[in-house]
């Protein structure tokens, strides 16, 4: 587990090899451990800005109806993550962006969903890879959307 925690690509022999077992019990262990719920998806750390993103923005905002506001968000172009809160807003997201106006579009975007009532904004740079512990379902889904 902690070889492909560090490297989910890392071929099953070269773990055999250091583990002294065949390639095909490490291959067996794998299939149990997916089995059995312990693996539920291998993934991987992209540069967003090597693909024309700038920046990450980070949404806390207050809402009235969370459920359906999550469920908006989740279809919304460029947001990577969104998680239900508590404290002083309802829900986080984070989106990335190519620059202000892809932001600004994003938050106006958010801003209009009903039951919205603020947005809170932070925002960072990309000074290293997308992390792969973060990444969701909804990034395939950016890389596949059209600028």
Do not use: W
């Amino acid at each position: 587990m902690n070889e492909l925690i560090n490297d989910a690509q890392i071929p099953f022999r070269r773990i055999a090899l250091k583990f002294g077992v065949s390639p095909e019990t490490v291959r067996k262990r794998y299939e149990k451990m997916k089995t059995e719920g312990m693996i539920n998806q291998c993934m991987i750390s992209v540069d967003l800005e090597k693909i024309g993103y700038n920046g990450l923005a980070f949404l806390m905002i207050a809402c009235k109806d969370i459920a359906a506001t999550i469920a908006h968000l989740k279809k919304m172009r460029n947001v990577l993550f969104v998680a239900k809160t508590t404290g002083g807003c309802d829900i986080v997201i984070m989106a990335a962006s190519r620059d202000m106006a892809d932001l600004l579009k994003l938050v106006e975007g958010v801003k209009t969903l009903s039951g919205v009532d603020r947005v809170d904004i932070f925002l960072s740079t990309l000074d290293a890879p997308f992390p792969s512990s973060i990444i969701t379902p909804g990034m395939a889904l950016l890389l596949r959307k059209k600028s």
